[in-house]
């Protein structure tokens, strides 16, 4: 059974960081796309960043670029996101997202329709 656990969110003031960490079981993702998402009150699911595999190529939205990274450790089927400078609109649920295609193009690492597996989330709350 895989299971993607989220961990790592809290409350934290303006311009400070947090790490979300996600741990993967029940299968290997070294080679497969993973992908944060977020969701804030009232709001669709969007995308935040993706990363495509060991070594691969990383994407981001427009509103994190430059503020948060994604990075991946396979020998701890983790994948990770850094996030600095963090502001009031951050808040959200984090949802950690894996996919098991492994032919896809950079459009489909942004649509939540991509992923066959997510966490429960955390909660990131940025005050002012």
């Known amino acids: 059974q895989v299971q993607l656990v989220e961990s790592g969110g809290g409350l934290v003031q303006a311009g400070g960081s947090l790490r979300l960490s996600c741990a993967a079981s029940?299968?290997?993702?070294?080679?497969?796309?993973m992908g944060w998402f977020r969701q804030a009150p009232g709001k669709e699911r969007n995308f935040v960043a993706a990363n495509v595999g060991s070594g691969g190529s990383t994407y981001y939205a427009d509103s994190v670029k430059g503020r948060f990274t994604i990075s991946r450790d396979n020998a701890k089927n983790t994948v990770y996101l850094q996030m600095n400078s963090l502001k009031p609109e951050d808040t959200a649920i984090y949802y950690c997202?894996?996919?098991?295609?492994?032919?896809?193009?950079?459009?489909?690492?942004?649509?939540?329709?991509?992923?066959?597996?997510w966490g429960q989330g955390t909660q990131v709350t940025v005050s002012s």
């Open positions: 997202a894996a996919g098991t295609r492994l032919s896809y193009s950079t459009y489909d690492l942004k649509l939540r329709v991509f992923y066959d597996y």
């Open positions: 029940g299968r290997t993702f070294s080679r497969s796309p």
